[in-house]
C-alpha cells in the first residue's frame, strides 16, 4: 500500500511540472544551423525534415520597414565578411542582395536573408515558431500585422526576446500569443555568485507577464530547485542551446516545455529514442 501511495504522489507531482506545456518540445535553433546555413530557409527547411517540433530564427526591423531573419547587429558573419550591413541602416533590397548562405557550404550559395513572412510560411499545420526579437519596440506593431497576417494560429507562434520592454509590449498588444523573456547569466569571478540570481528572474518575469522563461542551459543555476520555483509561479520553462545528448537528458529530466539545439534530430533521438 505505501508503495502504491509513493509511487501516486510521484506521478501527481511529475504532472505538475510538466502541465504548463509540451515537455521536450524540440526547437530547430535557427533552423537545424548544424548542417544548413542559420537563418535560412535552407535551414528552416532542414529542421523539418529532421522532426523539430518547432524552429526559432531572430528577426529584425529593416529601414524600409521590412522584417528580416538575422541573428547578428550585422551581416559580417554570415557573409564571410562580404557585407558589414546593419538591418536598421538598410533597406530590404540591400540585404536581400547578399548571399547568406555560400559561408556554411557552396551548396547552400545563393541563399538569401528571409522575410518573416517566407520563414512563417515554412511552419506546417503541426509545427510551432519562436520568434526571437533582435531589437527593440519599434518592432511591435510591424510584427503584430504580419503575424495576424500568417494564417497560423496564435498556439503556432511564441514571442521571445531579451528586452523587458519589447516582451511587456507584445503581451499588451497581441495577448493572443505567448512571449518568453529570455536570459544568460553571468559569474562573478570574486564570490562565484551568477547573475541575474533566482529572485532577479521571478521579478523580470513577473514585470513583464511573461508566458514563459527561456534560459540559457547553465548547469550551474538551471537546478532542479530553480525549475521548481519558476514553476510554482506559473511559468514555462525553456532551454537553449543544449546540443549535447547527456545535457539534453537532464533538461527532459527537469521537465522543460522545449529545448532548443542546433541539431533537432540528434537531440530527438536521444530524449526519445528510436529516428
Known sequence: MRTFVYCFVVVACWASVVATGEAQMIVGHRGASFDAPENTLAAFQEAWKQKADAIEGDFYLTKDG????????????????????NPAESTLEQ??????????????????????????????QTGKILVEIKCGPEIVEPLRIVLEKSGLRPEQIVIICFNEEVVKQCREKMPQYKANWLTSYKQNKLTGKWAPDLGTVLKKLESTKATGLGTQGRDEVVTAEFVRDIRKAGIECHVWTVNEADQAKRYAELGFDSITTDKPAEIRKAILGGS
Open 95 to 124: 540585404l536581400r542582395d547578399l548571399d547568406v548562405g555560400s559561408w556554411k557550404h557552396e551548396k547552400y550559395a545563393g541563399e538569401r536573408i528571409p522575410l518573416l513572412e517566407e520563414v512563417l510560411a515554412t511552419v506546417p
Open 66 to 85: 521590412h522584417i528580416v531573419c538575422l541573428h547578428d547587429k550585422t551581416t559580417e558573419r554570415t557573409t564571410a565578411g562580404v557585407a558589414k550591413l
